[in-house]
Antibody, heavy 119, light 107 residues
Framework: QVHLRESGPGLVEPSETLSLTCGVS?????????WGWIRQPPGKGLEWIGS???????NYNPSLKSRVTISVDTSKNQFSLKLNSVTAADTAVYYC????????????WGPGTLVTVSS | DIQMTQSPSSLSASVGDRVTITCQAS??????LNWYQQTPGKAPKLLIY???TLQTGVPSRFSGSGSGTDFSFTISSLQPEDIGTYYC?????????FGGGTKVEIK
């Protein structure tokens, strides 16, 4: 069974960088597959942030592209999200998932982690 | 970006009722449509992919249909554990986009 879990600070100050890691167990990232990040502001819908292939190739939502970096560390079987210059509008539950690419559904998701942007 | 329009935004039905949600894409997406269920405080769960294929382990009371721009999702007999919000999502083009969600409640 594939399991994912997000980790990182729950509070980030405005203008700083949000950094999250998604640890994967039950499947080797280096084998194949896309790995993605989604966010959900409190009480609102879902927004795709971006996805990375196991080889390191990335695709980002144009609405966030200038501020986002997704990377993969196959030696630790994890992938990461960095979102810089955050504002209160970036306050959300952040989810990582396996899949989330063209023709690839998101079939396994982490439980999510709430990140609040506030001073 | 492809816009996904879901309706209704919320519904209330009795246990055992048949429930249908619709999703319309702003352009042809073939059958590259997923349906997710999100129960309160939990991550979305994939129920249906490729518009009509049931994910492994998902009860057969859930079904999906459609192609092109018009899709539907049905719960044939609503159960108490089905309460939550349901989202459609297209994965034909980047950026991946979701519908606004349909909140399902028990009457």
């Amino acid at each position: 069974q594939v399991h994912l879990r997000e980790s990182g600070p729950g509070l980030v100050e405005p203008s700083e960088t949000l950094s999250l890691t998604c640890g994967v167990s039950g499947y080797s990232i280096s084998t194949a597959f896309y790995w993605g990040w989604i966010r959900q502001p409190p009480g609102k819908g879902l927004e795709w942030i971006g996805s990375i292939y196991h080889s390191g190739s990335t695709n980002y939502n144009p609405s966030l592209k200038s501020r986002v970096t997704i990377s993969v560390d196959t030696s630790k079987n994890q992938f990461s999200l960095k979102l810089n210059s955050v504002t209160a509008a970036d306050t959300a539950v952040y989810y990582c998932a396996r899949g989330l690419y063209i023709t690839v559904p998101g079939d396994y998701w982490g439980p999510g982690t709430l990140v609040t942007v506030s001073s | 970006d492809i816009q996904m329009t879901q309706s209704p935004s919320s519904l209330s039905a009795s246990v055992g009722d048949r429930v249908t949600i619709t999703c319309q894409a702003s352009q042809d997406i073939g059958d590259y449509l997923n349906w997710y269920q999100q129960t309160p405080g939990k991550a979305p769960k994939l129920l249906i992919y490729d518009a009509s294929t049931l994910q492994t382990g998902v009860p057969s009371r859930f079904s999906g249909s459609g192609s092109g721009t018009d899709f539907s999702f049905t719960i044939s007999s609503l159960q108490p554990e089905d309460i939550g919000t349901y989202y459609c999502q297209q994965y034909d083009n980047l950026p991946l986009t979701f519908g606004g969600g349909t909140k399902v409640e028990i009457k």
